[in-house]
Antibody, heavy 123, light 106 residues
């Protein structure tokens, strides 16, 4: 079955960096676009970034552009989110999620989400 | 694209029909999806492309709408339907979510 397991969250001071990872299994990782979505405590979800199945294109939310970088290692079935210059309003549970479309550049919703990893930005 | 979801909270009794609305600020064709989330859990995909039931989801759930106005309907509600529901548009980047609806089952 499809499994997405995030790791790398924790408490970090403002201005510092953190790298999240998402280990995928149960499907052919290199065939799917992958997303990061975050959810601040008590708030609705916010889409963060997408990387297409082949890694050629990426899009970011304005709130994280130029600070966060999404990447993937298709040989190791792992998705990453490098976060720099972290701010208090980046505090959230970060989920990785699989796009529905296979081998496609067509935007599509997410059919599976991981359990999330909590990032807390605080001094 | 801004999504306006309503209501923010609703209460129902088992057996009720529940409807949740999501309005997009511009035409998104049928690129609307719905998710269910219970406390401490990952969201579950329930409706895609406006009307298509996701695999494994109870047929008590249904979606309707096109363009800018969309609705999630839950028929014959059960206690297990108590959750937070939110809409997502995937028509254009950045993807955006509605503010969410908390459904209480008395």
């Amino acid at each position: 079955q499809v499994q997405l397991v995030e790791s790398g969250g924790g408490v970090v001071q403002p201005g510092r960096s953190l790298r999240l990872a998402c280990a995928a299994s149960g499907f052919i990782f290199s065939n799917y676009g992958m997303h990061w979505v975050r959810q601040a405590p008590g708030k609705g979800p916010e889409w963060v970034a997408i990387i297409w199945y082949d890694g050629r294109n990426k899009y970011y939310a304005d709130s994280v552009k130029d600070r966060f970088t999404i990447s993937r290692d298709n040989s190791n079935n792992t998705l990453y989110l490098q976060m720099t210059n972290l701010r208090a309003d980046d505090t959230a549970v970060y989920y990785c999620a699989r796009g529905v479309a296979v081998n496609s550049y067509q935007p599509s919703p997410f059919d599976f989400w991981g359990q999330g990893t909590l990032v807390t930005v605080s001094s | 694209t801004t999504l306006t979801q309503s209501p923010a909270f609703m209460s129902a009794t088992p057996g009720d029909k529940v409807t949740i609305s999501c309005k997009a600020s511009q035409n998104i064709d049928d690129d609307m999806d719905w998710y269910q989330q219970k406390p401490g859990e990952a969201p579950i995909f329930i409706i895609q492309e406006g009307t298509t039931l996701a695999p494994g989801i109870s047929p008590r759930f249904s979606g309707s709408g096109y363009g800018t106005d969309f609705t999630l309907t839950i028929r014959n509600t059960e206690s297990e339907d108590a959750a937070y529901y939110f809409c997502l548009q995937h028509d254009n980047f950045p993807f955006t979510f509605g503010q969410g609806t908390k459904l209480e089952i008395k």
